[in-house]
């Protein structure tokens, strides 16, 4: 497929590594590449571990390093926010007036915080999505509060809870559900996660709603109150309650939005329209479901795919069926969990022990393996992850010998 040109909007990890790929696949067209942050691209996950600690400074979290970038020769807009889309006459709508014609576009804009309703306006309240949100919450932790209140023990409020008990700082972690991370690794998982905390010495509040943040005459954020009558007092608040999508600006572009861009199978939006990342929707084959993942793998996998698809024919377009992967840093332990797993799955522990948390389990449904979880197993991830790939069936999986 010939294409003149590619416009990339999103400018970060899945947009970057899109242009990359397309650069090795020899495509020597005009790449555009609009991000609506000041900052070339950064990595992400470090801004919850090593930059929030205060280990890391800006310059190790460039994506690629500034001589790379030149020889892939990429007109970036940053500062520039993709404001609209017309499938229809291919124009594409730019904050800085200037708008553009474009030939193929892949959509790559990732997605933001949720908040919380009632926080706005308080000082003290933070979200972590960008760099310059893990600034301004660095510099409040560098502040030293009397207590960081972190609401939602996802995996962003747990990491940002461990970081700061690393700091010293007093902590408490408010979660609705009955553990943390719960939704993503069931209870019986989860429940290792909230003695992880514990031991640490975090305040954890589980299966308790936060009623309100209130702050002081002087706005600063005071308290929390609790669903169960309780009250926290708090210097710092970091609300981690998931994400949304950033598809607002697509909204009668003639593409179809529910829960992020929804593509094919193949990461095709619509002819000479692709979409990677936190912002895709897609029917994933391996896993007979139409999922949108928020982790850094598959962020770089799809970019990668959905760049490719753009100089694709119809006829040689591959359906992207990834076994999705992530990492999730806290204290001394590395958290991994490959595949897709749901709460009721059957669990068995194939290496290590819970009571060390040291180990790996097993995740089957309906007789097949499904995913894997590793404390502090890197190896055993990777290679269970591979049985995934590979269709094994649990059975076989459990009496393998890895
Ligand atoms: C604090 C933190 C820690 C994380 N830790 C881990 C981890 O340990 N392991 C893991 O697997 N994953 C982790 N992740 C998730 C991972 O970083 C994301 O999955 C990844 O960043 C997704 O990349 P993306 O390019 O799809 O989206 P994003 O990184 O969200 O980038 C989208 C970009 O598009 C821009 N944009 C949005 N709308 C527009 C517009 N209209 N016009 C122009 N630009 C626009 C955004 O500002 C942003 O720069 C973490 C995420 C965060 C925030």
């Not at 801004?47 to 400074?57: D, M, N, T, V, Y």
């Not at 692709?274 to 007979?288: E, H, K, L, Q, S």
């Amino acid at each position: 497929m010939n294409r003149r040109s590619i416009t990339i909007v999103g400018a970060s990890l899945a947009g970057l590594r899109a242009a990359e790929s397309l650069r090795r696949q020899d495509f020597d067209g005009p790449i555009t590449l609009i991000g609506d942050e000041p900052h070339a691209p950064y990595d992400r996950p470090p801004l919850s571990k090593q930059f929030l600690a205060g280990e890391w400074e800006t310059d190790r979290l460039a994506l690629t390093k500034p001589e790379k970038l030149d020889e892939f020769d990429l007109d970036f807009r940053l500062g520039v926010r993709a404001t609209g889309f017309d499938l229809a006459t291919r124009r594409l709508g730019l904050s800085d007036d200037d708008d553009l014609e474009v030939d193929g576009l892949l959509i790559a804009t990732g997605a933001r915080c949720r908040t919380l309703p009632g926080t706005e306006g308080i000082d003290g309240v933070f979200v972590l999505r960008s760099l310059d949100d893990s600034l301004a919450l660095r510099a409040a932790f560098d502040a030293g509060p009397s207590r960081v209140v972190v609401v939602g023990a996802g995996f962003i409020g747990a990491e940002v809870a461990a970081t700061a008990r690393a700091r010293g700082l007093e902590v408490s972690l408010v979660e609705a559900l009955p553990q943390p991370l719960g939704r993503v690794l069931g209870d019986e998982m989860g429940a290792v996660c909230a003695d992880v905390h514990r031991d640490q010495g975090v305040d954890l509040r589980l299966g308790v709603g936060v009623d309100a943040v209130e702050a002081g005459p002087d706005g600063n954020v005071e308290r929390v109150r609790l669903s169960d009558g309780s009250v926290i007092e708090a210097e710092v608040v970091v609300v981690g309650i998931g994400v949304i999508p950033n598809t607002e600006w697509l909204e009668g572009s003639g593409l179809e939005l529910d829960n992020g861009v929804v593509c094919d199978a193949t990461c095709l939006a619509a002819p000479g329209v692709t979409a990677a990342g936190d912002v895709a929707r897609w029917p994933n084959a391996r896993f007979d479901e139409i999922m949108r993942v928020e982790h850094w793998d598959n962020a770089v996998e799809q970019g990668g795919h959905a760049a490719r698809r753009l100089l694709q024919s119809d006829e040689d377009a591959e359906p992207f069926t990834p076994v999705p992967w992530f990492w999730s840093d806290q204290y001394d332990r590395k958290i991994q969990l490959a595949g897709r797993i749901r709460p009721d799955d059957e669990i068995q522990i194939v290496t290590g022990s819970v009571e060390e948390r040291r180990f790996a389990a097993l995740y089957g449904r309906a007789g097949r393996l499904v995913g894997v979880l590793g404390f502090n197993r890197p190896r055993h991830v990777m290679q269970y992850k591979t049985l995934i790939q590979d269709g094994v069936s649990f059975a076989d999986a459990l009496a393998a010998d890895l």
